[in-house]
Nanobody
Framework: QVRLQESGPGLVKPSQMLSLTCTVS??????????WSWIRQPPGKGLEWLGA???????YYSPSLKSRISIYRDTSENQFSLQLTSVTPEDTAVYYC????????????????WGQGTQVTVSS
């Protein structure tokens, strides 16, 4: 049973950097065939895919955020992290980390695992 848990500051000031970490247990982030993803849901809006780091360390980012986003991992701690720079109040959302399948350049959401999410508010 794979479990994921998000952690990090719940309040970030505008223009600063949002940083979150996803701790994974019950499975290795280097196991082939999986992508370790970040998704967010702003208030009153739908889910937005932010990006992912694959089992081999390769990364993929949402085009709308590519200038501000970075995803990296620490294999020794079985963790992967999200950094989002120059944040504004529009970045306020519940942030989720998730494990999804990745095969042949496509993401699959069958048998996926999600963290419970963590609220991040951007405010001065």
């Amino acid at each position: 049973q794979v479990r994921l848990q998000e952690s990090g500051p719940g309040l970030v000031k505008p223009s600063q950097m949002l940083s979150l970490t996803c701790t994974v247990s019950g499975g290795s982030i280097t196991t082939s065939g999986y992508a370790w993803s970040w998704i967010r849901q702003p208030p009153g809006k739908g889910l937005e895919w932010l990006g992912a780091i694959l089992y081999d360390g390769n990364t993929y980012y949402s085009p709308s955020l590519k200038s501000r986003i970075s995803i990296y991992r620490d294999t020794s701690e079985n963790q992967f992290s999200l950094q989002l720079t120059s944040v504004t109040p529009e970045d306020t959302a519940v942030y989720y980390c998730a494990r999804v399948g990745y095969y042949g350049g496509l993401f699959y959401y069958r048998d996926d695992y999600w963290g419970q999410g963590t609220q991040v508010t951007v405010s001065s």
